[in-house]
């Protein structure tokens, strides 16, 4: 069956950066759209960033537009989210998703999930 697992979060002070991983498994890997999200305490899920098949278009909100970046590694079927400047607002749940669709804004657009990854950014 199809598995995203998510590692890399941690507690970081701000400005810091971590670098989270989603290493994907019963899916052709390059088939699938790939996003992240995150989910802060008592806040709905939002989008984070989001890569095409090819890797060749990126999209991310304007709140994390130039200091987080998604990539992807075929031979490794993993996708990553580099975070710098972490700011305290950061902190959230982050999740990875993967989808055939090409909304990646949408959570509605996304087929499979991860478990989540806890990222804590202390002021």
Do not use: H
Not at 51 to 66: F, N, T
Not at 104 to 122: A, E, I, L, P
């Amino acid at each position: 069956q199809v598995q995203l697992v998510e590692s890399g979060g941690g507690l970081v002070q701000a400005g810091g950066s971590l670098r989270l991983s989603c290493a994907a498994s019963g899916l052709t890997f390059n088939s699938y759209v790939m996003g992240w999200f995150r989910q802060a305490l008592g806040k709905e899920r939002e989008f984070v960033a989001g890569i095409s098949k090819s890797g060749a278009r990126l999209d991310y909100p304007d709140s994390v537009k130039g200091r987080f970046t998604i990539s992807r590694d075929v031979a490794k079927n993993t996708v990553y989210l580099q975070m710098n400047s972490l700011k305290p607002e950061d902190t959230a749940v982050y999740f990875c998703a993967a989808t055939k669709r090409g909304n990646y804004r949408s959570m509605d657009s996304y087929d499979y999930w991860g478990q989540g990854t806890q990222v804590t950014v202390s002021s």
